[in-house]
Nanobody, 124 residues
Framework: QLQLVESGGGLVQAGGSLRLSCVAS????????MSWFRQAPGKEREFVAA???????YIADSVRGRFDISRDIVKNTVYLEMNILKPEDTAVYYC??????????????????WGQGTQVTVSS
């Protein structure tokens, strides 16, 4: 069973940058579609970015051009590089892994494994 542990969250001013990391254990990330979701208070969990098991990239419109996802199979780690952060990016960010069809990659309901989340707060 895959375990995912996120880190790198924190408090940052608007316009700043953060890099989130998600370290996997209990298995290798290679066969998984790896994703980042976020959830703000009072809102549903939403898709942010994904890197499929066959190398495809998927980015939410709200973060396109500012966020980037990557994976390091040697370190068994997935990253979310976040630039030009805005107050509306404030949320708990979750790492996710799944093996289902790529068409479901933006759906939090089809995720097989979740991390515990890391808080990102962007001040104005």
């Amino acid at each position: 069973q895959l375990q995912l542990v996120e880190s790198g969250g924190g408090l940052v001013q608007a316009g700043g940058s953060l890099r989130l990391s998600c370290v996997a254990s209990g298995g290798y990330i290679e066969p998984y579609h790896m994703s980042w979701f976020r959830q703000a208070p009072g809102k549903e969990r939403e898709f942010v970015a994904a890197h499929s098991s066959i190398g495809g990239y998927y980015i939410a419109d709200s973060v396109r051009g500012r966020f980037d996802i990557s994976r390091d199979i040697v370190k068994n780690t997935v990253y979310l590089e976040m630039n030009i952060l805005k107050p509306e990016d404030t949320a708990v960010y979750y790492c996710a892994a799944e093996t289902g069809p790529i068409r479901n990659i933006r759906n939090p309901g089809t995720v097989d494994y979740w991390g515990q989340g890391t808080q990102v707060t962007v001040s104005s």
